[in-house]
Antibody, heavy 121, light 107 residues
Framework: QEQLVQSGAEVKQPGASVKVSCKAS????????INWVRQATGQGLEWLGW????????GYVQKFQDRVTITRDTSMSTAFLELSSLRSEDTAVYYC??????????????WGQGTLVTVSP | DIQVTQSPASLSAFVGDRVTITCRAS??????LNWYQQKPGKAPKLLIY???SLQSGVPSRFSGGGSATDFTLTIRSLQPEDFATYYC?????????FGPGTKVDFK
């Protein structure tokens, strides 16, 4: 069946970088964009950015423009989110999600299970 | 960026109640509005897309409406499994901002 499976929890020190993976299966990886969303404990959902696995085109929220990079490896059907210069406020669960579009409407219909990133000295 | 607000922030209801959650965008987004349900420790789940289209497999007691800047999510007869947090999201233009969420719990 269609699924997105993310890498395991990470603990990082402030100033370090983290790279989270998202492996797609059950559908053609290059057909749909991947979005990344994060959620701090007890907080709401925050959209971070998107990537087209077909073209490698990306777009990011301006506040993260200089710290976030989304890439992919099409041979592995896997998308990656890398966040650099980590700070305590980056502690959150990070989700990847498939962006499905139909007749001009786009939505996130398939989600990974989430990856907890903890930033702690 | 398009800002999205939701109301109420939380509500308490009984099983069987009709519940309505409102979402408002800071500018017209046509019908590019989606609704998600999230339970503790789980990823969000798509309920409604394009303002009023029911995602496959979602019970028909869920419905969405609205256009331009004002939208609603209605749960016709609240069931025990519906107690969760609900988020709207605009997909008119990036960044695809989410509303702050509405927590629905037991009265």
């Amino acid at each position: 069946q269609e699924q997105l499976v993310q890498s395991g929890a990470e603990v990082k020190q402030p100033g370090a970088s983290v790279k989270v993976s998202c492996k797609a299966s059950g559908y053609t990886f290059t057909t749909y964009d991947i979005n990344w969303v994060r959620q701090a404990t007890g907080q709401g959902l925050e959209w971070l950015g998107w990537m087209s696995p077909n073209s490698a085109n990306t777009g990011y929220v301006q506040k993260f423009q200089d710290r976030v990079t989304i890439t992919r490896d099409t041979s592995m059907s896997t998308a990656f989110l890398e966040l650099s210069s980590l700070r305590s406020e980056d502690t959150a669960v990070y989700y990847c999600a498939r962006e499905y579009c139909v007749t001009g409407s786009c939505f996130l219909d398939l989600w990974g299970q989430g990856t907890l990133v903890t930033v702690s000295p | 960026d398009i800002q999205v607000t939701q109301s109420p922030a939380s509500l308490s209801a009984f099983v069987g109640d009709r519940v309505t959650i409102t979402c408002r965008a800071s500018q017209s987004i046509s019908t590019s509005l989606n609704w998600y349900q999230q339970k503790p420790g789980k990823a969000p789940k798509l309920l409604i897309y394009a303002a009023s289209s029911l995602q496959s497999g979602v019970p028909s007691r869920f419905s969405g409406g609205g256009s331009a800047t004002d939208f609603t999510l209605t749960i016709r007869s609240l069931q025990p499994e519906d107690f969760a947090t609900y988020y709207c999201q605009q997909s008119f233009s990036t960044p695809f901002t989410f509303g702050p969420g509405t927590k629905v719990d037991f009265k």
